[in-house]
């Protein structure tokens, strides 16, 4: 055997066969060691960061791209309301960086066994999430006309009507008292808490096969929501019914607290199905599997936030009953993505 040939069988040792012939060339023009080396490390830092994504990042990244698609095709909708579909477009892929950064980062201190630095990086992997389901829902005001340009709150209008005989929100009106509206604000308040507490109390035990299940059940719960919101825009009784209330609901702190985040944080449209019931949802089925005494102090307080999504006219009782079917099917899926995903 020639040394030519030696050498192209050491190369092929390296290399992939993909990457194989432009290494060769790379070496035929003096390509130095060192810089073999580099070209080694930088793709074994890329698998390092591929492998460390897990069925969390699996979800979120595939609605992302999801999206990114959607945007796309129904770009010249989105001319219609003065939204440039690439900005849209960025702003995701930032977030799909951001999202690989992170995991690389976190996947690198986990090997240098410094304990700060593992801590910090798993602290910020492990809580990012809340912040990813912010932005998508926040970035639902400007898609939610995305494939269809009318409202279609009448139709949910005459589903809670036909089942109750009634507008449920209009017919709630007449129990309003300040201490109730209180209690009912407080109610609704309890969504910020559920996957909060039960992530917590995973994160703080660190069972982490558990942790990141519950969050791959509630990104896959809201997932699924924010996909409809954009096929099936519902703005809400606060606005759709807007000339039909008698009054303001007045109350205390907690209804101060609500109307402040309602005033900087409300988007008019993604009412259906109601994000806080299926986000609850999947938290409680994650209770439910991991935390069971959890699951049923969480329970009471999820009904009262259920009633109170109507009281407060935020959603109509049909985005309820949107919401539960969502977060369940958030739960049953994401149980399914996990199991794929391990292995």
């Not at 809580?127 to 912040?131: D, G, I, V």
């Not at 829902?137 to 639902?140: A, G, P, Q, S």
């Not at 009904?303 to 407060?312: E, F, P, Q």
């Given at each position: 055997m020639?040394?030519r040939?030696?050498?192209?069988?050491?190369?092929e040792?390296l290399?992939?066969?993909g990457?194989?012939?432009?290494l060769t060339?790379l070496?035929?023009?003096?390509?130095?060691?060192?810089?073999?080396?580099?070209?080694?490390?930088?793709r074994?830092e890329?698998?390092?960061?591929?492998t460390s994504?897990g069925?969390?990042e699996?979800?979120a990244l595939?609605?992302?791209?999801?999206?990114s698609?959607?945007i796309?095709a129904?770009?010249?909708n989105l001319a219609r309301?003065?939204?440039?579909?690439w900005?849209?477009i960025?702003?995701q892929?930032i977030?799909a960086t951001f999202?690989?950064?992170?995991?690389g980062?976190a996947?690198?201190?986990?090997?240098?066994?410094?304990q700060f630095?593992?801590?910090f990086?798993?602290f910020w992997?492990c809580?990012?999430?809340?912040?990813f389901?912010?932005?998508c829902?926040?970035?639902?005001a400007?898609?939610?006309?995305?494939v269809?340009p009318?409202w279609?709150?009448a139709?949910?209008?005459a589903f809670d009507?036909w089942?109750?005989?009634v507008?449920?929100?209009?017919?709630?009106e007449?129990?309003?008292?300040?201490?109730?509206n209180?209690?009912i604000?407080l109610?609704?308040?309890?969504?910020?808490?559920?996957?909060?507490v039960l992530?917590?109390?995973l994160y703080?035990?660190?069972?982490?096969?558990?942790y990141?299940?519950v969050m791959?059940y509630?990104?896959?719960a809201?997932?699924?929501?924010?996909v409809?919101?954009?096929l099936?825009?519902i703005?809400?009784?606060?606005?759709?019914m807007?000339g039909m209330?008698?009054g303001?609901?007045?109350?205390?702190?907690?209804t101060?607290?609500?109307?402040?985040?309602?005033?900087?944080?409300?988007?008019r449209?993604?009412?259906?199905p109601?994000?806080?019931?299926?986000g609850s949802v999947?938290?409680l089925?994650?209770a439910w599997?991991?935390r069971?005494w959890?699951f049923?102090?969480?329970?009471p307080?999820f009904?009262?936030?259920?009633?109170?999504?109507?009281?407060?006219r935020?959603?109509?009782?049909?985005?309820i009953?949107?919401?539960?079917?969502?977060?369940?099917l958030?739960?049953?899926?994401g149980?399914?993505?996990?199991t794929v995903?391990e292995?």
């Open positions: 020639s040394m040939e030696l050498e192209g069988g050491a190369t040792a290399v992939s066969a990457d194989s012939a432009h060339s070496d035929s023009k003096g390509l130095a060691g060192d810089e073999l080396t580099r070209v080694e490390s930088g074994g890329l698998a390092r960061v591929w994504l069925a969390f699996w979800v595939g609605y992302l791209l999801l999206s698609v959607m796309f129904f770009a010249k309301t003065n939204v440039h579909p900005k849209l960025g702003a892929a977030v999202i690989f950064l992170l995991c980062v996947a690198r201190a986990e090997l240098t066994g410094m630095s593992t801590e990086w798993r992997r809580w990012y999430p809340h912040l389901f912010l932005f829902f926040e970035e639902l400007y898609l939610v006309h995305l269809n009318n279609q709150d139709k949910l209008i009507h089942m109750f005989g507008h449920p929100a209009l017919w709630l007449q129990f309003a008292t300040p201490v109730r209180e209690f604000q109610a609704y308040l309890t969504y910020f808490v559920y996957l909060v992530g917590g109390i703080y035990r660190k069972e982490w096969h558990a990141w299940s791959t509630s990104a896959t809201y997932a699924i929501g924010y409809i919101a954009m099936f825009p703005e809400s009784p606060w606005f759709a807007a209330w008698h303001e609901l007045h109350g205390g702190p907690f101060a607290t609500i109307n402040f985040i309602e005033h900087y944080g409300r988007v449209g993604a009412a259906f109601s994000e806080h019931v299926a999947a938290a089925w994650g599997r991991f069971r959890l049923w102090l969480m329970l307080l009904v009262a936030m259920c009633v109170s999504t109507v009281w407060g935020y959603h109509y009782v049909a985005d009953f949107g919401g539960i079917v969502t977060g369940t958030g739960y049953l899926i149980s399914r993505i996990m995903s292995k």
